[in-house]
């Protein structure tokens, strides 16, 4: 399995960006997907998760800004960035879990599958 982010970029705070993830080979099945974040000097942060069914799971920063999103067919899954402030900076990475489940989408460990990461900079 391997993943594949994408969308990273520099933006000016209030700016709005799409990360996408797409995974290989290309089947959902029963995979849960997140997104996290990691800052330089900081902890690896939950972003966002959706686990098979669709329900999704939101980090207290991003809530009301950020979307997941995913489109089945192509295997990629979405991170819709809106109002992004400096603090969002971060290199950005998503993940897989094999049948994963709502309880544990915001638990990094949980995690088997990780792509290599994009850089989000956000100026203020």
């Known amino acids: 399995v391997q993943l594949q982010a994408s969308g990273g970029g520099l933006v000016q705070a209030g700016a709005s960006l799409k990360l996408s993830c797409v995974l290989s080979?290309?089947?959902?099945?029963?995979?849960?997907m997140g997104w996290f974040r990691q800052a330089p000097g900081k902890q690896r942060e939950f972003v966002a998760a959706?686990?098979?069914?669709?329900?999704?799971r939101y980090g207290d920063s991003v809530k009301g800004r950020f979307t997941i999103s995913r489109v089945r067919a192509e295997a990629t899954m979405y991170l819709q960035m809106n109002s992004l402030k400096p603090e969002d900076t971060a290199v950005y990475y998503c993940?897989?879990?094999?049948?994963?489940?709502?309880?544990?989408?915001?638990?990094?460990?949980?995690?088997?599958?990780w792509g290599q990461g994009t850089q989000v900079t956000v100026s203020s």
């Open positions: 993940a897989a879990d094999p049948g994963g489940i709502y309880s544990t989408l915001h638990d990094a460990g949980s995690y088997d599958y």
């Open positions: 080979p290309r089947t959902f099945g029963n995979y849960a």
């Open positions: 959706m686990n098979w069914s669709g329900s999704s």
